[in-house]
């Protein structure tokens, strides 16, 4: 804006065209309703010392969070040594466990198949008399030897199994304990504070804050032009005629803060030459056509300061959320270590274990072979039937999957129109009169998918092991080629 001592006038203005007193009331309100903008200008003077405690607080936050991350971190390698050590006796455990238990399962099988083609050979019910049961080459055989046997083995196995899955359960805690701490000591990898930088690069905050403080420069600066205007134009008034009361009745409630127009209330008027004032009644209105940008330009700066302290705000709660995260694992660290020797007993527990069963299960296994070689002398013809009814317990089964299917996406659609068309009356209805479309008010049809043979019997279920023993029974019969 221009000044009394710096506007030169080329050529002196006729009495004629300098401004009334009506216009220069004019300007002498404008001029006031423009010093509301001062709660702008506070306001940044506000948010600008704000952001420097902000930025202070960063560097203890980041200090802090350092802290916990490195010495966190530390710990957390620790761990993995120990769960890695851990695995590994684990795994040359369960390797010789899962040895073991192959030959056991080999064996065990291969006097289940022999069991099973037993028991399936039926025999004919044309070659047997009339009414009487059904029977099988099994019932020819005492099976309660090799009952007791396998209900042997199996506690063996089943206590090995146990200890296995303790093992398991406990080593598994271990690394999920290691995994939620890296998680909380890398908070900076999630995907909902990738906006933000990591609380170890540099921060954005000193760059904000020296855009602030020239934007706060600058509305200070606009802020005392618009006081300066003020002032001319309390002044033009007062050496206008009949403007003294005028000027001191819109003088006299000024907004909090200002201090225009004050420092001649009250004093006599200074005479002023005509060029003097002519001159001065030029600046004024020169002044009085830039005051509405000016105070623009003070709210838009003033905008701009409160964007950028959203961001401030925003980072600051990014670091204090890491540091928390910190602070979190730190603590869950020490929950840790009260639980890290119970992690290391594990494994150990297991191989006594399992050492201890595994003898009490290779007695039994010479036992369970010749068992297997007495059986195997019986034949049966049973399996294709085995195959059969599985082949047909899958189709049923996923015939009814589709049928559960269907039925669900029907009823998802059905209440999905239900849905749409509430939405419509809740819309629309209002406006609409009921009888314009005798749908309007109707339920949308509704279908359904059901078993048309009511009295079709369900296909028995077979366990998939008695299935795969029956195509192992075939395959086995097979000459190799």
């Avoid at 090799?146 to 196995?157: A, G, N, Y």
């Avoid at 855009?211 to 006081?227: G, I, T």
């Avoid at 299935?467 to 075939?474: A, G, M, P």
């Amino acid at each position: 804006m221009a000044s009394s001592t710096s506007s030169l006038l080329p050529e002196q203005p006729q009495a004629a065209s300098l401004p009334s007193l009506d216009s220069l009331v004019a300007y002498l309100l404008a001029a006031k309703r423009s010093l509301s903008c001062v709660e702008h200008v506070f306001r940044a003077n506000d948010v600008v010392n704000r952001t420097r405690q902000a930025l202070e607080g960063h560097a203890i936050t980041s200090a802090r969070t350092a802290f916990l991350h490195n010495g966190s971190m530390a710990q957390v390698e620790l761990l993995s040594n120990v769960s890695n050590h851990t695995q590994s006796i684990a795994k040359d455990g369960a390797s010789e466990f899962q040895k073991i238990i192959g030959v056991l399962d080999a064996a065990e099988a291969k006097l289940q198949h022999t069991l099973s083609q037993l028991r399936a050979t039926m025999v004919e019910v044309n070659l047997r008399p009339e009414g009487e049961p059904k029977k099988s080459l099994v019932d020819f055989v005492d099976e309660s030897g090799v009952h007791r046997l396998l209900s042997t083995i199996k506690e063996s196995i089943d206590a090995s199994g146990d200890a296995r899955q303790m093992y398991e359960e406990s080593n598994a805690a271990l690394n999920t304990d290691i995994a939620e701490v890296r998680r909380r000591l890398g908070p900076e990898n999630d995907r909902k504070s990738l906006a933000y930088p990591s609380y170890r690069t540099i921060s954005p905050v000193p760059d904000i804050l020296q855009a602030m403080e020239e934007h706060a420069q600058e509305m200070a600066d606009n802020l005392e032009s618009l006081v300066k205007h003020f002032d001319i134009c309390v002044t033009a008034i007062k050496h206008t005629e009949g403007g003294g009361a005028a000027a001191q009745s819109i003088t006299d409630d000024l907004p909090d803060g200002v201090a225009a127009g004050l420092s001649t209330a009250g004093m006599p008027i200074e005479p002023i030459s005509d060029e003097e004032r002519v001159e001065m009644l030029g600046v004024l209105e020169k002044d009085a056509s830039e005051v509405e940008e000016v105070v623009m330009d003070i709210r838009d700066r003033g905008a701009e300061i409160e964007a950028d302290f959203e961001r401030v705000v925003a980072y600051t709660q990014h670091l204090q959320d890491i540091y928390t995260c910190k602070k979190t694992a730190f603590h869950l660290m020490e929950e840790i270590g009260e639980r890290l020797p119970n992690y290391i007993t594990q494994s150990h527990v297991f191989l006594l274990k399992w050492d201890e069963e595994k003898t009490k299960i290779e007695d039994h296994l010479e036992e369970l072979t010749s068992l297997t070689d007495f059986y195997d002398g019986f034949l049966g013809a049973y399996d294709n039937l085995i195959i059969e009814i599985g082949r047909r317990k899958t189709t049923e089964t996923r015939m009814k999957k589709i049928v559960q299917d269907a039925t669900a996406k029907i009823d998802k659609l059905y209440e999905d129109e239900l849905a749409e068309r509430d939405a419509f009356k809740q819309e629309q209805g209002d406006f609409l009169p009921v009888d314009i479309w005798p749908g309007l008010m109707m339920l949308p049809q509704r279908y359904k998918v059901h078993q048309e043979d009511q009295g079709a019997k369900s296909v028995p279920d077979i366990s998939a092991s008695v299935i795969q023993r029956s195509i192992r029974r075939i395959t086995g019969r097979k000459p190799a080629s």
